[in-house]
């Protein structure tokens, strides 16, 4: 785990590793926090709690939630992790910001955006999200910050790298600093295209304790 953390240690300033614990250990992300990892993602609500509760002793650690955002579990998500990945339609992010305010919260968020088809994954597409945008930047208890995209498992380097530049550039387009992609296969190829956030769990934790 220590070799592969040094692998990171050479990314750019103005990107940010982080650790995706879906699937391990609390002592796995105890020991990944002793040796500087600061930030964290979950994808589910009933895994993730129980970990949070375990490791509250370390202030230093910031809890994203990467995963789809059911509806029924928004006020958990809410009131227990800093920043959203996911966000993947206006009425959750109304529905966010509504239970936020509720919660005298104010999350950081991005927008899941998705540039080609893919099945198995969900988001806005460009002309979706511009068509939306005023009443999502109307949303007063979520802070937007970014936008976060997956490529398409199909897609070759060159193909992931377009689709890491068409997020960039969006982004740019609506002011937004953020870009949250890039996953242990293609990462390096995020970060060359403008990521400001890279998700990594395989490389960094190996197989996951928890397969499920």
């Known amino acids: 785990m220590d070799d592969i953390k040094k692998k990171f240690e050479s990314l750019p300033s103005d990107v940010s590793l982080l650790a995706v614990s879906k699937g391990q250990s609390v002592q796995k992300i105890r020991y990944l926090a002793s040796k500087g990892q600061c930030n964290f993602g979950e994808s589910r609500v009933q895994e993730a709690l129980p ?59 991005m927008i899941q955006v998705k540039l080609r088809e893919d099945p198995n994954k969900s988001g806005l597409s460009v002309e979706e999200l511009l ?14 910050i970014g936008l976060m995209t997956i490529a398409p498992i199909s897609l070759k380097s060159d193909e992931r790298k377009l689709l890491f ?48």
């Open 51 to 109: 970990k949070l509760d375990a490791l509250q002793d370390l202030n230093q650690i910031t809890w994203h939630f990467i995963g789809k955002v059911q509806a029924n579990k928004v006020r958990q998500v809410v009131k227990n992790f800093n920043v959203i990945h996911s966000i993947d339609s206006l009425k959750l992010a109304s529905r966010i910001s509504r239970i936020a305010s509720e919660e005298f919260k104010k999350p950081k968020v």
């Open 165 to 212: 530049r068409e997020c960039r550039l969006f982004a740019d387009h609506l002011r937004l600093k953020d870009c949250s992609m890039g996953m242990s296969n293609d990462w390096e190829e995020a970060v060359e295209m403008g990521a400001t956030w890279i998700r990594v769990g395989s490389l960094l934790f190996g197989d996951r304790d928890n397969h499920n």
């Open 131 to 144: 068509s939306v945008w005023k009443e999502f930047k109307q949303l007063t208890s979520i802070d937007i």
